[in-house]
């Protein structure tokens, strides 16, 4: 399936936590799918956001830092940013099998049955369940 960077993200932050062997074994597999090679981080110039956590000082690197301020390494703050103009080109065909498409589709189906799908699952879902209903048919 080609994804996008931002549904690569997307699809990375919904997938299971939690489930039985199996389900984590086929999570990791697509994480693993989904992840970005060096190149990509390069090419997209993805920036962590890191913070201090004596000072709160926020900087953004693509690697590991210290604080100018108070000369201990920062910690992730948990946001990522990158280049979006040199990402919109960048369509990865991930590979997935039959266990860890409907996976995915039963992840965002369940979403929208709690009503808890948001504007960037939107293509997410249109790639995953309107085409699984349209093959269906």
């Not at 962590?48 to 100018?68: G, M, Y």
């Not at 979006?84 to 589709?105: P, Q, Y």
Request: contains cysteine.
């Amino acid at each position: 399936m080609k994804l996008s960077v931002y549904e690569r993200l997307a699809l990375q932050g919904i997938l299971p936590q939690e489930g039985d062997f199996v389900t984590l074994k086929l999570v990791r597999k697509l994480r693993e799918a989904l992840s970005f090679s060096e190149k990509e981080v390069a090419e997209i110039d993805f920036k962590n956001h890191w913070r201090c956590p004596k000072c709160q000082k926020v900087e953004l690197s693509a690697q590991a830092i210290k604080c100018q301020d108070c000369g201990i390494y920062m910690i992730p703050a948990g946001q990522v940013t990158w280049d979006e103009e040199k990402a919109r080109g960048i369509i990865k065909d991930v590979h997935m099998g039959g266990a860890m498409h409907n996976l995915c589709i039963a992840t965002l189906k369940k979403l929208s049955d709690e009503q808890k799908l948001t504007d960037q699952h939107f293509s997410l879902y249109e790639k995953f369940v309107e085409v699984s209903v349209e093959e269906d048919k």
